[in-house]
Nanobody, 116 residues
Framework: QVQLVESGGGMVQPGGSLRLSCAAA????????MRWYRQAPGKERELVAP????????NYAASVKGRFTISRDNAKNVLYLQMNSLKPEDTAVYYC?????????WGQGTQVTVSS
């Protein structure tokens, strides 16, 4: 069982930056494939950025490529999402997930609002 807690969300103006964190406990963090998702009101949950357990390869959603950066610190059991040049359409609840062996664990989400 893995517990995930996201933090770092908030309200920011267009063009601003935020860094989200996802702290993991209860499992071997380095063995999990980690992902950031987001869900905007009235829309389906969208995969934003995955990061595998065995390399740093990522495959960002087209809508965030070049603006968002996913990273992980296996020593601290933390997943990050650096978000730059934020746009109003980035407004959503952001979730991290940990996947391994057919099981997917979710955090409770953190709200990001981009508005002037």
């Amino acid at each position: 069982q893995v517990q995930l807690v996201e933090s770092g969300g908030g309200m920011v103006q267009p063009g601003g930056s935020l860094r989200l964190s996802c702290a993991a406990a209860g499992g071997t963090f380095s063995s999990f494939h980690m992902r950031w998702y987001r869900q905007a009101p009235g829309k389906e949950r969208e995969l934003v950025a995955p990061m595998s357990s065995f390399n740093d390869n990522t495959n960002y959603a087209a809508s965030v490529k070049g603006r968002f950066t996913i990273s992980r610190d296996n020593a601290k059991n933390v997943l990050y999402l650096q978000m730059n040049s934020l746009k109003p359409e980035d407004t959503a609840v952001y979730y991290c997930s940990a996947y391994r062996g057919g099981l997917n664990y979710w955090g409770q989400g953190t709200q990001v609002t981009v508005s002037s």
